[in-house]
């Protein structure tokens, strides 16, 4: 039966379904296309790590503990720019949902200064690495490779760079203190007959050998490594650290300002077999010229950049360049980032750096020492104020006269002698003592405060010292009035009281003078 002759209700059905079957078909075509881009990256994704600049990448110490995140380090771990940059890639990974699966795996960088057998960017060109971090300029992809081509032409970068430095020089104290304080024209000819180590196959090379470099370092010496799998910076290094009559030694040595403050702060590490461990080289008597942060010796900076595969087989090469580029244009952390860098580089946080891991230790040495101190003032008030207690003890009672006698201002005592005469019973209330005591203190303050007031300096301070108190603490005030009124008291008890102090200190009579001398506020 010819189409046209099926029934209306079949032709229907038919049509519904052949729609059904191209809706269906167009799904699975997006849905592969969407699958496609959010997978078309490698995974894992390898990120070399140089380790050549302390803060852009350094590896952590093996199975050592960490004071400052209290963890346990594990081999392979990195620390620095680069695995900050690790951090911050896989967050995005999973914050965009492009792919939460993918991880990002550190991978050490062998070929830092090493021979032709392990060329730079080796790692990129030969696909054992998809992203290369740390002190790469721009410019050192112009560089050839092996065959004599640019490095360019198979190694990429984000265009984002995530640091700027200059070149600096290594050099003894003694060779730079040759340099420093030195017109223009001094400092040109000591710099151009200095014997500067420069590595093979550098950006660094290409400036000496530029017209300015040649004309004002003229005396650089090119350094490879002493076999295909040597270091060339162990080559001028070596030569570095001759003896200055040594026909081979140099007196500095060349590269990237932050390059060389590691080599200044930590050396060479030593768990590489191919490289020499050196110690610091601020434990050497070596230092880095120019002197002043920021200065560099052609007045020039380099771009650091991230290098990535040009033509990488398996995934797409624009894919990870725009996620790197993504990742370094949040600005927040990589302006943080920069900023220690360039510290570590001025040399302004290596102190901090180093005792950061202590500082939970000096936190608990801090607290314990507060706590030490309120201890130790607790106790002695406590002794003080049981030593008030106790001095002076209340008159027992007998009868005889009774003599107020400041032997000191600090011992004011009242001393009741028997004697024939009048018969007077001062049982003495304990208010009455504890005023006694606190007039005490007072004179005693105030004699500590001025030691060499004269007697009547004396009485002046503390007639202003009474008329303080009278105003800002009244009860006070009226406590000390009570003590002059029963001085006075027993002073109209035929007391002779001034013959006891002919001899005493100034605050002595100035102290008795004050108790005698409140006639008009008794009356």
């Not at 606190?438 to 030691?451: N, R």
């Amino acid at each position: 039966m010819l189409p046209s002759m099926l029934p209306l209700r079949t032709r229907v059905n038919r049509i519904k379904d052949g729609a059904i079957l191209i809706l269906v078909c167009l799904i699975c075509i997006f849905s592969a296309s969407s699958a496609f881009s959010q997978t078309n990256l490698p995974n894992p994704i390898r990120l070399g790590i140089r380790t050549a600049a302390f803060p852009i990448g350094h590896v952590l110490v093996p199975e050592d503990y960490d004071v400052a995140t209290n963890r346990i380090i594990k081999p392979g771990e990195y620390d620095g720019f680069c695995n900050l940059l690790k951090q911050k890639l896989e967050s995005y990974l999973n914050l965009k949902g492009i792919h939460p699966n993918i991880t990002v795996v550190p991978v050490n960088i062998e070929n830092q200064y090493r021979g032709k057998g392990y060329p730079r960017f080796d790692g990129l060109v030969t696909n054992k690495i998809d992203i290369e971090c740390g002190p790469n300029s721009l410019s050192s992809l112009k560089l050839l490779d092996t065959k004599g081509k640019p490095i360019e032409d198979k190694v990429d970068y984000a265009p984002v760079s995530f640091y700027r430095t200059g070149i600096k020089l290594l050099l003894k104290e003694d060779e730079a203190k040759k340099l420093d304080n030195q017109n223009e024209i001094e400092l040109e000819n000591r710099l151009r007959a200095l014997k500067i180590g420069v590595i093979q196959r550098t950006t660094t090379l290409q400036q000496f050998e530029s017209d300015k470099g040649r004309r004002f370092y003229p005396n650089y010496i090119p350094f490879d490594a002493k076999d295909e799998r040597g270091d060339a910076r162990d080559s001028a290094l070596d030569a570095l650290e001759l003896p200055a009559s040594d026909q081979n030694s140099i007196q500095a040595f060349a590269s990237d300002a932050v390059i060389l403050r590691t080599l200044l702060k930590e050396g060479v590490e030593d768990n590489l077999p191919y490289r020499k461990y050196r110690k610091p080289y601020e434990l050497r008597g070596y230092t880095l010229f120019p002197r002043k942060p920021g200065d560099y010796l052609f007045g020039e900076t380099e771009n650091y950049i991230i290098a990535i595969q040009r033509k990488p087989g398996g995934y797409s090469a624009d894919k990870l360049k725009k996620l790197i580029t993504d990742v370094l244009k949040q600005k927040k952390w990589v302006v943080n980032a920069q900023k220690e860098i360039e510290n570590y580089e001025f040399g302004t946080i290596s102190l901090f750096e180093r005792w950061k891991g202590f500082l939970p230790y000096l936190l608990y040495s801090c607290i314990a020492a507060v706590i030490v101190f309120f201890i130790v003032v607790f106790i002695k008030r406590k002794k003080e104020k049981n030593k008030d207690m106790v001095s002076p003890q209340p008159p027992s009672s007998s009868s005889g006269q009774s003599n107020y006698k400041f032997g000191s201002v600090q011992n004011l005592q009242i001393n009741e002698r028997g004697s024939s005469g009048t018969q007077n019973n001062n049982n003495l209330q304990p208010e009455i003592w504890e005023t006694l005591n606190d007039f005490k203190q007072i004179v005693a303050d105030l004699q500590q405060k001025y030691p060499r007031a004269s007697e009547q300096q004396a009485t002046t301070i503390i007639d202003a010292e009474f008329e303080e108190i009278r105003h800002n603490q009244p009860q006070r005030g009226q406590n000390l009035l009570s003590l002059k009124r029963l001085w006075n008291g027993v002073k109209k008890g035929s007391l002779k009281v001034g013959e006891h102090f002919a001899e005493e200190t100034p605050w002595g009579k100035a102290a008795i003078g004050f108790l005698e001398g409140v006639t008009d506020d008794i009356t």
